[in-house]
């Protein structure tokens, strides 16, 4: 043990010899920790000026998310069903990025005929017609003249003009 104590009082002078060549390698040491340091800094702000370029080059509508999907049953449970699962994923993937929902829907052609008619296949020029709808159509249409529809609420099991066999 005796031969230790005298290893930091020459550690202690071999330093107070060479503090020129320490103190270059103390600062050294500083400088490329702060370097290093400051690079993950600086990719960050690299990363984000970049994405702030890109975004900046595209149309806001052209950074829209349009979810599709196409079903055989239009009842309204599955509906509900569907759009709950479809809200909780659009939520959960975008978090804060998420601004607003707008649904719109088409239906499959409906070709028109009189009741009874066989339908002619091979007539591409018979009347056709598709439903359609758009939430928050209200901010996207400017009435020029006139007034927005009034929402009825009829029940149609009643009305006699409504041929039962359609439903």
């Not at 079903?71 to 759009?83: A, C, G, M, N, P």
């Not at 990025?97 to 007539?123: C, E, H």
Request: positive net charge; charged residues 25%.
């Amino acid at each position: 043990m005796k031969k230790y104590r005298s290893l930091p009082i020459l550690v202690f002078l071999r330093i107070q010899g060479n503090w020129k060549l320490l103190s270059s390698v103390l600062i050294g040491t500083i400088i490329a920790g702060a370097i290093l340091s400051s690079t993950a800094i600086y990719a960050e702000a690299i990363k984000d000026l970049g994405l702030k370029y890109a975004l900046k080059q595209k149309e806001p509508t052209a950074l829209d998310i349009h979810i599709t999907r196409s079903t055989q049953s239009l009842t309204r449970e599955s509906y509900q069903r569907s759009e709950e699962n479809i809200n909780r994923a659009v939520t959960n993937a975008l978090g804060e990025t998420f601004s607003g929902l707008v649904r719109a829907g088409i239906s499959a052609t409906f070709y028109s005929t009189s009741s009874g008619k066989i339908v002619d296949t091979n007539d591409n020029s018979r009347d056709r017609s598709n439903l359609s709808f758009r939430s928050d159509i209200e901010n996207h249409i400017e009435i020029i003249e006139g007034n927005w529809p009034h929402n009825n609420n009829q029940n149609y099991e009643n009305d006699k003009h409504i041929n039962k066999s359609s439903k």
